[in-house]
């Protein structure tokens, strides 16, 4: 087990196009959150999956923002339409429920840049 | 009010002192508390958890907690320039429920 994956590491875009980011939890791991995270700042929750469910989306996560876990296993994070406030750091994060005696286990983001 | 709290800093502490990291919290139903520590341009990494009031040791690194004073803190003893990061204060539960949100993060700073 290789911990959490996240692809690609850096993505430069223009605004306007669409960017789709790909995480693959630690295979035991039933739960997966992305956040974001913006400089000088701790990551904002986005959104969560148990298994293949959606179970909660932040409200900061607009129209623009869809994610996805197909059976339950790796998910997807796609921008449409991206605005340079979307630059950020895209964080994938894993664990097993109950799962918060455990915290949370990281990937190494996903740094997006929209010019 | 921000769920959870922490200085900003920087905070810079000579090399072999005791930093001292703290956090306060809004929800009164939190619990589970959390330290992690980022690196620049990393991700963040579980240093510590605690769950009950009290304080809980792991090697140089002591986390306290005091639900009463919805209150949690991080002291590194023997402070290394290696420790030099963003140490972000993280809760979960109450009305957070399943997902852990986390403080602005410290900045500290440990020189040589």
């Known amino acids: 087990d290789t911990g959490v994956s996240q692809d690609p590491r850096h993505k430069i875009t223009k605004r306007g196009q669409n960017v789709t980011f790909r995480c693959d939890p630690i295979?035991?791991?039933?739960?997966l959150y992305w956040y974001r995270q913006t400089l000088g700042q701790g990551p904002e929750f986005l959104t969560y999956?148990?298994?293949?469910?959606?179970?909660?989306k932040s409200r900061l996560l607009s129209d623009r923002f869809s994610a996805e876990r197909p059976k339950g296993s790796f998910s997807t994070l796609e921008i449409q339409r991206t605005e340079q406030g979307d630059s950020a750091m895209y964080l994938c994060?894993?664990?097993?429920?109950?799962?918060?005696?455990?915290?949370?286990?990281f990937g190494s983001g996903t740094r997006l840049t929209v010019v | 009010q921000k769920e959870v709290e922490q200085n900003s800093g920087p905070l810079s502490v000579p090399e072999g002192a005791i930093a001292s990291l703290n956090c306060t919290y809004s929800?009164?139903?939190?619990?589970?508390f959390f330290w992690y520590r980022q690196y620049s341009g990393k991700s963040p990494e579980l240093i510590m958890s605690?769950?009950?009031?009290g304080d809980k040791e792991d090697g140089r690194f002591t986390a306290q907690l005091n639900k009463a004073s919805q209150y949690v803190s991080l002291l590194i003893r023997d402070s290394q320039p290696s420790d030099s990061a963003t140490y972000l204060c993280a809760v979960a539960g109450g009305t957070s429920y399943d997902k852990v949100i986390f403080g602005p993060g410290t900045s500290l700073s440990v020189i040589p």
């Open positions: 295979s035991e791991h039933n739960r």
């Open positions: 929800d009164r139903g939190s619990q589970s």
């Open positions: 999956f148990q298994n293949e469910a959606q179970l909660e």
């Open positions: 605690i769950y009950s009031n």
């Open positions: 994060a894993s664990s097993f429920s109950p799962g918060l005696n455990y915290g949370y286990t």
